[in-house]
């Protein structure tokens, strides 16, 4: 069964700035509608939504595709690029949530791997005979050998670790990382330093020995979307890390094209001449020809 039941919902959640601006324009039918896109946000996967997708959702709400738009776009509640979004309090809400399920997840598998050990343990017979200056090592239960020198040496070198290879992997995601760079809040730098940040979630994996847990390439996008969490101490680590060994890019809350160098945020394009976008809340006024909030 697929374990997507429920949203912890906040009773406070109205007294947020951006949904008291949300009521304010739209109604309750604007709140509503928020709520339902909340919905679908938690049957995704990573939490993470396809604007490709709406159509359907849309229909299911029996409202115009357009309505369903402002509300994603123009309330500051979701965190969107070309072809997703996401919402950072789904996120914040889950994660008290998926630490219980990965910490249950985990002591299953630890469970599983002392049972394991134990039958080994039961079955296992090693016979030890010296043929020609040599140690036959013969493990009855794997029916495999391994021969070695007197001197035992046995100089392979150690195969990268499943869960790090899984982790590795997110090197080549770059729309993902995109969304990422986009989620903290430190734009290119984020980018453009990403071998450090995933070498710094590698070694908090390791201090909190969750390697088991990441089994897939989805495993280790979800653990590093709570890594990434802004607010969150590995996240606090992670930003006193960068602004310690570099200046942070001043375009860090918009979204620049790789191959047009065009700037934009959620999808509303900025000029040239235009400064940085100061902090993720302001919008582009083109009648003042200055930031707003």
Partial sequence: MKRDQYIPHEVSMRNTTEVMHLIEKEGMTGYGIYWAVMEYLRTQDDYIGDFRNLKSLRRQLNIRLPK???IINNYGLFICDDFTFYSPKLNELMKPLEDRRARFEAYKQKKRAAKSLEISNASDTISFDKVKG???????SSSKEEDKGDDGGDFSIPETPA???????????EQWKEIMAMRSGLGQAFVRRFDEVLNLFKQHVQAIGNEKDIQS???????????NTPGSATFKKLVCYLRETEVLDPYRFEFRDPETGKRSYCDVPIPDDAPPR?????NWNPLRKEWVF
Wanted: with cysteine.
């Fill in 68 to 70: 369903l738009l402002n």
């Fill in 278 to 282: 100061p902090n993720d809340q302001a």
């Fill in 217 to 227: 390439p989805t495993d280790a996008k979800r653990y590093f979307c709570f890594f």
């Fill in 134 to 140: 040599k140690v036959k090592v013969k493990v009855s």
């Fill in 163 to 173: 869960w790090e290879r899984h982790v590795n992997a997110l090197q080549e995601e």
